[in-house]
């Protein structure tokens, strides 16, 4: 199907552990981004992606690394996990400039540290 | 650094009603502006984009404006239905594809 998809949708896990989110996107879009929500401080920009090998830090990279070597995928990897890490993660995707810019977002994944 | 503020955080009316939530930015340098609605345990979902050459956008009962003299957009959402009950975000970026969100208003309409 047509889309954007993240994995899993719910995660459990424990401090200190590596943790990779995946999201996959059939369009082809350039862009690819990844957010945190939490309450109080809405969703936050943790990194994105223009193009594939090409990365960039958003406003809170600390504890997270990127990778894109697909145009369709783009993992976001918790090194070491950290309670502060509990959140809902949101994976988002968009063509490049004028109306393609429209931000399409997957369902999210609900991780827990422990 | 940017931020982004929405007013209010809640709000509660009676369907029929017509209304008007707001977004405020501190750097008005704004190029691309989006106005998204996000229903509990969902992802969200873009209801309108204003490019930086536009000044609003219309889809349906919604219209959204983006002033960026002043740094504020607006969404109006005309006739209002319990179904548009959700959060609403706006989010917009500068330079770079950095899309900075807001908090957010929840939106609640009683039947």
């Known amino acids: 199907d047509a889309g954007i998809t993240q994995s899993p949708r719910y995660k459990i896990t424990e401090t200190g552990r590596q943790v990779t989110l995946m999201c996959h996107q059939t369009?082809?879009?350039?862009?690819m981004f990844w957010y945190r929500q939490d309450l109080g401080h809405g969703l936050r920009l943790i990194y994105y992606s223009a193009a594939a090998d090409i990365t960039d830090k958003g406003e809170v990279p600390d504890g997270y690394v990127v990778s894109r070597s697909k145009t369709e995928n783009f993992p976001l990897t918790l090194e070491s996990a950290t309670r502060s890490q509990t959140s809902v993660y949101f994976c988002a995707s968009s063509a490049t400039g004028g109306a393609g810019e429209k931000l399409f977002f997957g369902s999210g994944t609900q991780l827990s540290v422990l | 650094k940017q931020e982004v503020t929405q007013i209010p955080a809640a709000l509660s009316v009676p369907e029929g009603e017509n209304l008007v939530l707001n977004c405020s930015f501190t750097?008005?340098?704004?190029?691309?502006l989006q106005w998204f609605r996000q229903d509990p345990g969902k992802g969200l979902t873009s209801l309108l984009l204003?490019?930086?050459?536009?000044r609003e956008q219309t889809s349906g009962r919604l219209n959204a404006s983006l002033d960026k003299s002043s740094g504020r957009s607006t969404l109006y959402i005309a006739a209002s239905q319990p179904g548009d009950s959700a959060t609403y975000l706006c989010?917009?970026?500068?330079?770079?594809?950095?899309?900075?969100f807001g908090t957010g208003t929840r939106l609640k309409v009683l039947a």
């Open positions: 989010a917009g970026r500068g330079g770079t594809y950095k899309y900075i």
């Open positions: 750097d008005s340098a704004i190029y691309n």
């Open positions: 204003i490019q930086s050459s536009q």
């Open positions: 369009w082809s879009h350039s862009y």
